[in-house]
């Protein structure tokens, strides 16, 4: 099923910190359930999904990982609040 190929994607990847689960997710949620982006609501049940604890506040992780400090993501344009890994953030997060 979809759901445990996501759940697998995610503990193979085993990320460390906040910030590299939600490029994790943000990457997982493209691969496995044709999400182009994700935002906190779509986070809060992917995290779920994955048993994964859910970060303080979603919003100020997604927007953390996409400071220019980082870049792991990036805003998409014209969406409010919507977020996709970057090449860089999924460099940085995932060993494939």
Not at 43 to 71: V, Y
Request: hydrophobic share 40%.
């Amino acid at each position: 099923e979809i759901t445990d190929a996501f759940v697998k994607f995610c503990d193979s990847a085993n990320p460390v910190g906040d910030m590299r689960r939600v490029v994790v997710a943000a990457e997982g949620a493209h691969r496995f359930f044709g999400m182009e982006s994700v935002d906190a609501e779509d986070l809060a049940r992917l995290f779920d999904l994955a048993e994964w604890r859910r970060p303080h506040n979603f919003t100020q992780t997604l927007r953390n990982a996409a400071r220019d400090k980082f870049r792991w993501l990036e805003r998409v344009p014209g969406r409010a609040g919507r977020y996709a890994a970057t090449d860089h953030g999924r460099s940085v997060t995932l060993s494939d």
